[in-house]
């Protein structure tokens, strides 16, 4: 016979009630020095939480429909390699294709439409000779991915200038049997040090952008009805996981206030930004938590990093561990089982509501400051980012940011000068650019360069 409890036997605890229990138990301790902690956005962690701590909004994030992510693999359009292997990713799990695709590299492109498969082309530096080729070259399969304004920010000039740029994508809009969307970068952001405050504030006002250029042309309005935020998850789990909530959140109450659905796909890989070069198979281990922060936050696409990205060129061994870490997530952890498996955390939801809130406030201030665009041209961003990403290097520099395997823990013998293929490090590119472009950068890029100086010696 089963038995059931009844719960109405045990009282009900005031978050009062537990607090004065833990400061019982501390025997004199501090609460707050003990037990919680600041992120570097300024949210204080408590070591519990109850339903006291959710939003008070009517809506909540966990208002959010179910979702079923997909398998992703990420490649380069230019990479013959990664085109060759592409067909045993697909027999072996991959659902859907996110590919990189710069003017310059589209001879891979007739090979890719052959496939069978959903893909995602991101397109970068988009003018009127390269669109005429993804007119003539994509499928119905195919949806393509643009964003000016990510041209602009990462490389800190337009394709060709601003009214030229959204004229071609208008263009490609009306084109009959293209499938397009417009895009928002914020993975950029992220790999460039922003807080995750920032990443939110910034992913927005770079859609506000869009928003407000639809209603200039009206062709562009087609490509808002469904926009894709590609965003990059960190390693704190569980902030990661709500900000991929907040962010959907936030979309749908910008969207709908001019006049859209509020829909949105997300992409989602692991950051490059905590990679490391020594040690490289803690990679693995990162990458592993960063998916399943993807998953847990409601992404539709989640692609894997493999754990060499930095050194190696493609290779089937890399990609097929990367590959096959989600679909562990998938049939033996089954993150595919469970609707929304975050929904009911006090804790994940005082993120979510906190993250949202925090974000909404920075966007209202680039917002009153002219916008994103002015504010990108004027340095703004870059300089708030850059300060971001300072702060944390310093952290990282004095140990307060731990790198297993490199600031912490380092295997002094492990080396790597021999079988680099591929340059790990940011190289810079002397060219005249309209404004300072936004550059991602690795925490422990000081500390590789100064192991592999050591290693020549």
């Known amino acids: 016979m089963k038995n059931t409890i009844d719960f109405s036997e045990f009282p009900q605890i005031s978050d009062k009630a537990w607090k004065q229990q833990?400061?019982?138990?501390?025997?004199?301790?501090?609460?707050?020095?003990?037990?919680?902690?600041?992120?570097?956005?300024?949210?204080?962690?408590?070591?519990?939480?109850?339903?006291?701590?959710?939003?008070?909004?009517?809506?909540?994030?966990?208002?959010?429909?179910?979702?079923?992510?997909?398998?992703?693999?990420?490649?380069?359009?230019?990479?013959?390699?990664?085109?060759?292997?592409?067909?045993?990713?697909?027999?072996n799990g991959v659902e859907t294709l996110w590919v990189q695709i710069h003017g310059e590299n589209v001879e891979n492109l007739p090979r890719l439409t052959n496939l069978d498969v959903p893909q995602f082309w991101d397109v970068f530096a988009l003018d009127q000779k390269f669109a005429d080729v993804l007119k003539a070259t994509a499928t119905s399969a195919t949806?393509?991915?643009?964003?000016?304004?990510?041209?602009?920010?990462?490389?800190?000039?337009?394709?060709?200038?601003?009214?030229?740029?959204?004229?071609?994508?208008?263009?490609?809009?009306?084109?009959?049997?293209?499938?397009?969307?417009?895009?928002?970068?914020?993975?950029?952001?992220?790999?460039a040090g922003a807080n995750r405050i920032q990443e939110l504030a910034y992913a927005l006002a770079h859609a506000s952008a869009y928003l407000e250029k639809a209603d200039e042309d009206n062709g562009l309005k087609s490509l808002l009805e469904e926009?894709?935020?590609?965003?990059?998850?960190?390693?704190?789990?569980?902030?990661?996981?709500?900000?991929?909530?907040?962010?959907?959140?936030?979309?749908?109450?910008?969207?709908?206030?001019?006049?859209?659905?509020?829909?949105c796909k997300i992409i989602a890989s692991p950051t490059l930004r905590n990679k490391t070069l020594y040690?490289?198979?803690?990679?693995?281990?990162?990458?592993?938590?960063?998916?399943?922060?993807?998953?847990?936050?409601g992404a539709d696409l989640i692609c894997n990093l493999p754990y060499d990205a930095l050194y190696h060129n493609e290779n089937d061994f890399a990609a097929r561990i990367a590959r096959n870490q989600l679909l562990l997530l998938r049939h033996e952890s089954y993150?595919?089982?469970?609707?929304?498996?975050?929904?009911?955390?006090?804790?994940?939801?005082?993120?979510?509501d906190q993250l949202g809130q925090k974000a909404l406030e920075l966007f209202k201030t680039i917002e009153k400051g002219g916008g994103f665009l002015s504010q990108l041209q004027a340095h703004t961003i870059q300089k708030k980012i850059i300060e971001s990403a300072e702060k944390e290097q310093k952290a990282f520099d004095k140990g307060g940011r731990i790198l297993v395997g490199t600031n912490k823990y380092p295997n002094t013998e492990d080396r790597m000068q021999e079988i680099l293929e591929k340059n790990p490090f940011r190289t810079m590119r002397k060219v005249q650019t309209r404004i300072a472009p936004i550059l991602a950068k690795r925490l422990s890029e000081s500390n590789e360069r100064k192991r592999l100086e050591d290693e020549q010696r």
């Open 22 to 91: 833990i400061q019982v138990d501390l025997k004199g301790g501090d609460y707050n020095e003990l037990l919680t902690w600041t992120s570097p956005e300024g949210i204080v962690v408590k070591p519990f939480y109850s339903a006291e701590d959710l939003p008070v909004s009517d809506k909540k994030s966990a208002d959010f429909p179910k979702r079923e992510w997909r398998i992703g693999y990420a490649l380069d359009a230019s990479s013959s390699k990664a085109i060759s292997l592409i067909e045993n990713h697909l027999e």
């Open 143 to 191: 949806q393509i991915l643009v964003d000016p304004i990510h041209t602009l920010a990462k490389s800190g000039n337009w394709a060709v200038d601003e009214k030229m740029d959204f004229e071609v994508v208008g263009t490609l809009a009306r084109q009959e049997g293209i499938v397009a969307a417009l895009s928002i970068h914020a993975n950029l952001y992220q790999n």
């Open 227 to 263: 926009p894709v935020f590609l965003i990059s998850t960190g390693s704190e789990y569980f902030f990661e996981i709500a900000k991929i909530r907040a962010l959907r959140h936030l979309w749908e109450l910008l969207a709908q206030a001019y006049g859209f659905s509020g829909k």
């Open 279 to 297: 040690d490289y198979n803690t990679n693995m281990l990162r990458t592993t938590t960063e998916s399943m922060a993807g998953i847990l936050g």
């Open 335 to 352: 993150f595919s089982s469970v609707s929304n498996p975050a929904d009911g955390s006090y804790y994940i939801e005082s993120l979510t």
